[in-house]
């Protein structure tokens, strides 16, 4: 695909990622269902590899597009995980309210 | 031109059903959200010339991930968000996060507005550039690396799940 | 002309060797030597070896005066171990210490002062262990008792021998070890190991004094090799009185040492009480050699002293005093070996008066006299405590001389050696001394040690009345049993007689005939030629205190008993004094007691460590339990919390890279 000329793409879609790791992190602090506290991590990586896309591009390199690929592997590993975690919880305590796992207190 | 809109419209899609996610009660009906958010950052990597991180944000992120999120939430049968007790912390934390992520985002905002768009030089992020680059020495080692993290990732995930250790 | 040979060298490293394999076989296979009970198979064995050193050691006097004399007319010869041992090529000296400047080969010391040492430990030594053989027949330790002995005479040796102060020390050290193990040998018995322990403690305060000593040593005269010392000593400027240079100081520290080995003032408490220990014990240790060993270091350091007037002041002073102190202590004792002991602290007093006023060699003929009569009397009294079925308290002997004239007669010629009757050993040297205080211009000192000559005498005399004559007033199976002692035990009591008798006139005889043996050792002590010819009514003066002694003795416990009797009453205070013994063990042990033991348990233990360190580290560990409680309820169990502050410190580190 021949690559687009327009300068203010890469600027927007920084600040794109910027509005989505923001939303990401509220989501975070503000939902409290397990999966959708994941969800909303997966949303924060989105943005991130947003913003890696768009520097790759504005820099005119191809490391900004590996990482964006290693970044993929790396959540896919981790939503695995972290659902395989999210069944073992659901299965001792029957709830998955973020609130209710707190036997860590000190 | 026609770039433009396409960007500004599935920039705007993204953020839309962002919103969605963080907003909607019934975790099902974000995670559908999440796929749609998903999608419209796959158009705008083409959109940014490349097309070999859009097709895998598709085929990885939206089709297999997002689908995983789909079978857990299904398999336990989570209808609607627990209203429960009172979030511990309350509205206290709720607030200082929002804070927190304010200060961040206008920070960020603020670097980035300060800098000028030059050009965008041209490159080629086509497949065959990225295999030339992620089987070169440089990445190599790491390219490997993270097929063992994804075995790591298989067996922990199997064993997790288990009824019976 | 006549040169060392390798052959030289070997033989002062093989005297000192031999007890100590004497030992070592003893005491690996000491039980196997032994066929039964009764078998002196270990015994014989012991008593070999000092006689074989003996042997040796008398080569090495003949060789040490067939080679030519060196400077001064001091004959000396060193031996160091090197290796390869033989071979004259080069050889590499094995040292004992070798640390910055200080190197300490292990090299021994052959000259006259250390030969006569040599000969009187083994000579007298082979005797008391062919004693023991008797004397310890029918003991069950016996073979521990053999291996103890040899030791304590390769101790002996060492420190006579040594080359230089840390060997010597080696020695010190290692004859305490020997004496605290022999006096405490009967270890069953309470009174023996206390009395091992308070001499070994004693001994160690004084060794305090040594070490002390020796680095100071070091430190004025940069070496502590015998030879260099005393060549560098000599050339030491000389410290008047009361000025505290530091030949002054290092001389009164070593000095310190001298009295806790040979039981002065302050440090002579331990001698009275290490009578607990077997006779043949006594007669070694603590009459002829491990004693003599203070007397020994004096003298060996002589040039040192020499260069410090308050030294030598209080040498003689303390010497003078302690002479007295013990013989009046000695008129009032019951028991038959604490008269001895108390007698050998005053005759180790006399010592040190002769080395105080500058007659070191008179010191050390004095050292040699003492050693034959004084073995020969503790030993005559172990025949005595033997015919008297173990008794030692004299009001319960009496009337013995018919009984075991042997005993007797021999015990009579060494009374009348120590008191100093004309023609016996002990008249020479004392005589010496007296003559020697007198000459040097210490005029109350000479009076007081004429005074203490008559005591010497007095309770000497009183000691074979009471136990030789009269009638006998111990109980009646005792009387029945009284029997001469094994030819084993008067064997070496009639050498040792004799010897108290000629060895006054050693080997040497000069021009005028008198006494040479100072002149043979005087050499050693680079000093001039002590010329003792004083008026010749000192020697009528010292013969008449002697016979005087003798005299009121005789009268007042076998011809005139009822004057004891009236003298008692007004001398009633003073005896008492006497019999406390000037309450220095009441001194001492208050001192312990109170300020030691309950000092350390009320303040050390209970306030410092109890309260104070164990509180400071108990301390530590509530305060950090403490913090502890308050830092806890950060962690609240809620992973948005955690997330929260994780956010939190991202931001602010964002920050701080985005605006610093």
Same mark, same amino acid.
């Given at each position: 695909?021949?690559?687009?000329?327009?300068?203010?793409?890469?600027?927007?879609?920084?600040?794109?990622?910027?509005?989505?790791?923001?939303?990401?992190?509220?989501?975070?602090?503000?939902?409290?269902?397990?999966?959708?506290?994941?969800?909303?991590?997966?949303?924060?990586?989105?943005?991130?590899?947003?913003?890696?896309?768009?520097?790759?591009?504005?820099?005119?390199?191809?490391?900004?597009?590996?990482?964006?690929?290693?970044?993929?592997?790396?959540?896919?590993?981790?939503?695995?995980?972290?659902?395989?975690?999210?069944?073992?919880?659901?299965?001792?305590?029957?709830?998955?309210?973020?609130?209710?796992?707190?036997?860590?207190?000190? | 031109?026609?770039?433009?809109?396409?960007?500004?419209?599935?920039?705007?899609?993204?953020?839309?059903?962002?919103?969605?996610?963080?907003?909607?009660?019934?975790?099902?009906?974000?995670?559908?959200?999440?796929?749609?958010?998903?999608?419209?950052?796959?158009?705008?990597?083409?959109?940014?010339?490349?097309?070999?991180?859009?097709?895998?944000?598709?085929?990885?992120?939206?089709?297999?991930?997002?689908?995983?999120?789909?079978?857990?939430?299904?398999?336990?049968?989570?209808?609607?968000?627990?209203?429960?007790?009172?979030?511990?912390?309350?509205?206290?934390?709720?607030?200082?996060?929002?804070?927190?992520?304010?200060?961040?985002?206008?920070?960020?905002?603020?670097?980035?507005?300060?800098?000028?768009?030059?050009?965008?030089?041209?490159?080629?992020?086509?497949?065959?550039?990225?295999?030339?680059?992620?089987?070169?020495?440089?990445?190599?080692?790491?390219?490997?690396?993270?097929?063992?993290?994804?075995?790591?990732?298989?067996?922990?995930?199997?064993?997790?799940?288990?009824?019976?250790? | 002309?006549?040169?060392?040979?390798?052959?030289?060298?070997?033989?002062?490293?093989?005297?000192?060797?031999?007890?100590?394999?004497?030992?070592?076989?003893?005491?690996?296979?000491?039980?196997?030597?032994?066929?039964?009970?009764?078998?002196?198979?270990?015994?014989?064995?012991?008593?070999?070896?000092?006689?074989?050193?003996?042997?040796?050691?008398?080569?090495?006097?003949?060789?040490?005066?067939?080679?030519?004399?060196?400077?001064?007319?001091?004959?000396?010869?060193?031996?160091?171990?090197?290796?390869?041992?033989?071979?004259?090529?080069?050889?590499?000296?094995?040292?004992?210490?070798?640390?910055?400047?200080?190197?300490?080969?292990?090299?021994?010391?052959?000259?006259?002062?250390?030969?006569?040492?040599?000969?009187?430990?083994?000579?007298?030594?082979?005797?008391?262990?062919?004693?023991?053989?008797?004397?310890?027949?029918?003991?069950?330790?016996?073979?521990?008792?053999?291996?103890?002995?040899?030791?304590?005479?390769?101790?002996?040796?060492?420190?006579?021998?040594?080359?230089?102060?840390?060997?010597?020390?080696?020695?010190?050290?290692?004859?305490?070890?020997?004496?605290?193990?022999?006096?405490?040998?009967?270890?069953?018995?309470?009174?023996?190991?206390?009395?091992?322990? %308070?001499?070994?403690?004693?001994?160690?305060?004084?060794?305090?004094?040594?070490?002390?000593?020796?680095?100071?040593?070091?430190?004025?005269?940069?070496?502590? @090799?015998?030879?260099?010392?005393? @060549?560098?000593?000599?050339?030491?400027?000389?410290?008047?009185?009361?000025?505290?240079?530091?030949?002054?100081?290092?001389?009164?520290?070593?000095?310190?040492?001298?009295?806790?080995?040979?039981?002065?003032?302050?440090?002579?408490?331990?001698?009275?009480?290490?009578?607990?220990?077997?006779?043949?014990?006594?007669?070694?240790?603590?009459?002829?050699?491990?004693?003599?060993?203070?007397?020994?270091?004096?003298?060996?350091?002589?040039?040192?002293?020499?260069?410090?007037?308050?030294?030598?002041?209080?040498?003689?002073?303390?010497?003078?005093?302690?002479?007295?102190?013990?013989?009046?202590?000695?008129?009032?004792?019951?028991?038959?070996?604490?008269?001895?002991?108390?007698?050998?602290?005053?005759?180790?007093?006399?010592?040190?008066?002769?080395?105080?006023?500058?007659?070191?060699?008179?010191?050390?003929?004095?050292?040699?006299?003492?050693?034959?009569?004084?073995?020969?009397?503790?030993?005559?009294?172990?025949?005595?405590?033997?015919?008297?079925?173990?008794?030692?308290?004299?009001?319960?002997?009496?009337?013995?001389?018919?009984?075991?004239?042997?005993?007797?007669?021999?015990?009579?010629?060494?009374?009348?050696?120590?008191?100093?009757?004309?023609?016996?050993?002990?008249?020479?040297?004392? @005589?010496?001394?007296?003559?020697?205080?007198?000459?040097?211009?210490?005029?109350?000192?000479?009076?007081?040690?004429?005074?203490?000559?008559?005591?010497?005498?007095?309770?000497?005399?009183?000691?074979?009345?009471?136990?030789?004559?009269?009638?006998?007033?111990?109980?009646?199976?005792?009387?029945?049993?009284?029997?001469?002692?094994?030819?084993?035990?008067?064997?070496?009591?009639?050498?040792?007689?004799?010897?108290?008798?000629?060895?006054?006139?050693?080997?040497?005889?000069?021009?005028?005939?008198?006494?040479?043996?100072?002149?043979?050792?005087?050499?050693?002590?680079?000093?001039?030629?002590?010329?003792?010819?004083?008026?010749?009514?000192?020697?009528?003066?010292?013969?008449?205190?002697?016979?005087?002694?003798?005299?009121?003795?005789?009268?007042?416990?076998?011809?005139?008993?009822?004057?004891?009797?009236?003298?008692?009453?007004?001398?009633?205070?003073?005896?008492?004094?006497?019999?406390? %013994?000037?309450?220095?063990?009441?001194?001492?042990?208050?001192?312990?007691?109170?300020?030691?033991?309950?000092?350390?348990?009320?303040?050390?233990?209970?306030?410092? @460590?109890?309260?104070?360190?164990?509180?400071?580290?108990?301390?530590?560990?509530?305060?950090?339990?403490?913090?502890?409680?308050?830092?806890?309820?950060?962690?609240?169990?809620?992973?948005?919390?955690?997330?929260?502050?994780?956010?939190?410190?991202?931001?602010?580190?964002?920050?701080?890279?985005?605006?610093?």
């Amino acid at each position: 695909m021949p690559a687009m000329s327009h300068p203010a793409f890469v600027h927007h879609a920084v600040l794109l990622s910027l509005v989505l790791f923001a939303l990401g992190t509220l989501g975070v602090f503000l939902r409290r269902n397990v999966i959708t506290v994941l969800m909303c991590i997966e949303l924060m990586l989105n943005g991130v590899n947003l913003a890696f896309a768009a520097f790759s591009r504005a820099a005119g390199t191809l490391d900004g597009q590996v990482l964006v690929f290693f970044v993929l592997v790396v959540a896919a590993a981790e939503a695995a995980v972290g659902l395989g975690i999210v069944i073992a919880l659901h299965r001792h305590r029957d709830t998955l309210d973020l609130d209710a796992f707190h036997l860590m207190k000190g | 031109m026609m770039d433009a809109v396409l960007f500004y419209l599935f920039a705007a899609l993204a953020v839309g059903s962002a919103l969605v996610v963080i907003g909607q009660k019934n975790p099902m009906y974000s995670a559908f959200a999440l796929i749609v958010t998903l999608c419209s950052v796959s158009v705008i990597f083409a959109l940014l010339g490349s097309p070999f991180i859009a097709v895998l944000q598709v085929i990885v992120y939206a089709g297999a991930i997002m689908v995983l999120f789909l079978f857990v939430l299904m398999l336990l049968n989570v209808r609607r968000e627990e209203e429960g007790a009172r979030p511990q912390g309350g509205r206290v934390l709720q607030v200082v996060a929002l804070a927190l992520v304010a200060l961040l985002g206008a920070q960020a905002a603020v670097v980035l507005l300060q800098v000028e768009p030059g050009p965008a030089p041209s490159f080629d992020a086509s497949t065959r550039a990225m295999a030339a680059v992620l089987f070169s020495p440089r990445y190599l080692y790491v390219f490997e690396a993270t097929s063992i993290l994804i075995l790591a990732a298989l067996v922990g995930a199997v064993v997790l799940a288990k009824k019976e250790l | 002309m006549i040169e060392a040979t390798p052959l030289d060298g070997a033989l002062p490293f093989a005297i000192l060797l031999l007890p100590l394999a004497g030992f070592v076989v003893l005491a690996l296979f000491g039980e196997w030597i032994r066929r039964d009970k009764e078998d002196s198979g270990a015994a014989w064995l012991a008593c070999g070896t000092v006689l074989a050193a003996f042997v040796l050691a008398v080569w090495a006097a003949r060789r040490l005066f067939a080679l030519p004399a060196g400077p001064g007319g001091l004959h000396l010869f060193t031996s160091t171990l090197s290796w390869p041992p033989l071979g004259a090529e080069a050889r590499e000296t094995i040292d004992f210490i070798s640390v910055g400047s200080l190197r300490v080969p292990f090299k021994l010391l052959v000259d006259p002062l250390s030969c006569v040492m040599t000969l009187v430990v083994t000579g007298v030594g082979s005797l008391i262990h062919l004693y023991s053989v008797g004397y310890m027949a029918h003991d069950e330790g016996k073979v521990r008792f053999f291996s103890y002995l040899n030791l304590f005479t390769f101790f002996m040796l060492l420190l006579v021998l040594g080359g230089s102060l840390p060997l010597l020390f080696v020695g010190w050290e290692g004859v305490g070890l020997c004496s605290y193990l022999l006096i405490g040998f009967w270890y069953r018995k309470d009174s023996a190991s206390a009395a091992g322990l %308070k001499a070994f403690v004693v001994n160690r305060v004084g060794d305090v004094g040594l070490i002390l000593g020796m680095i100071f040593v070091f430190h004025a005269l940069g070496t502590l @090799d015998l030879v260099d010392l005393a @060549d560098n000593a000599s050339a030491l400027a000389r410290e008047r009185l009361w000025q505290f240079g530091p030949a002054t100081v290092a001389a009164l520290l070593l000095f310190l040492g001298a009295t806790g080995k040979s039981a002065q003032i302050p440090l002579h408490v331990w001698l009275p009480d290490a009578m607990e220990g077997p006779t043949p014990v006594s007669a070694l240790i603590h009459a002829a050699t491990m004693v003599t060993a203070g007397v020994y270091l004096v003298a060996r350091l002589g040039p040192l002293f020499q260069a410090s007037a308050t030294a030598m002041l209080v040498v003689a002073v303390v010497g003078t005093a302690t002479a007295l102190m013990a013989g009046t202590i000695a008129v009032v004792q019951t028991d038959i070996k604490r008269v001895l002991a108390y007698s050998t602290i005053s005759q180790l007093g006399f010592m040190f008066l002769a080395a105080g006023v500058g007659a070191f060699g008179v010191a050390i003929f004095h050292l040699y006299t003492h050693a034959f009569f004084k073995a020969l009397l503790f030993l005559g009294a172990g025949s005595v405590i033997h015919a008297v079925s173990g008794e030692q308290d004299m009001r319960q002997m009496g009337g013995l001389r018919a009984k075991i004239p042997w005993t007797f007669w021999t015990f009579l010629a060494g009374t009348l050696a120590i008191s100093g009757i004309p023609g016996f050993s002990g008249f020479f040297s004392k @005589d010496e001394i007296l003559a020697s205080a007198f000459t040097s211009g210490h005029t109350l000192l000479y009076w007081v040690g004429l005074f203490t000559a008559l005591l010497t005498a007095a309770y000497m005399g009183r000691l074979v009345i009471l136990t030789f004559f009269g009638g006998f007033r111990g109980p009646h199976e005792v009387e029945h049993h009284l029997h001469e002692s094994p030819w084993s035990m008067l064997g070496p009591l009639v050498v040792l007689a004799v010897g108290s008798v000629v060895a006054g006139y050693p080997l040497f005889r000069g021009p005028h005939g008198r006494v040479q043996l100072p002149a043979v050792v005087q050499p050693a002590f680079r000093s001039a030629e002590h010329e003792a010819a004083g008026p010749g009514w000192l020697m009528v003066l010292a013969i008449v205190s002697a016979a005087l002694g003798l005299l009121i003795a005789w009268s007042l416990y076998l011809s005139w008993p009822e004057l004891r009797a009236r003298l008692r009453a007004p001398l009633r205070p003073l005896l008492r004094l006497f019999a406390a %013994k000037y309450h220095f063990d009441d001194l001492y042990d208050a001192f312990v007691r109170r300020v030691v033991v309950e000092g350390s348990e009320r303040v050390l233990w209970r306030r410092v @460590d109890a309260r104070g360190l164990d509180g400071a580290v108990n301390g530590a560990a509530r305060l950090t339990a403490w913090i502890s409680g308050y830092l806890r309820p950060i962690q609240t169990g809620f992973v948005r919390h955690y997330a929260l502050v994780l956010l939190a410190g991202a931001v602010a580190v964002i920050s701080f890279l985005l605006w610093s």
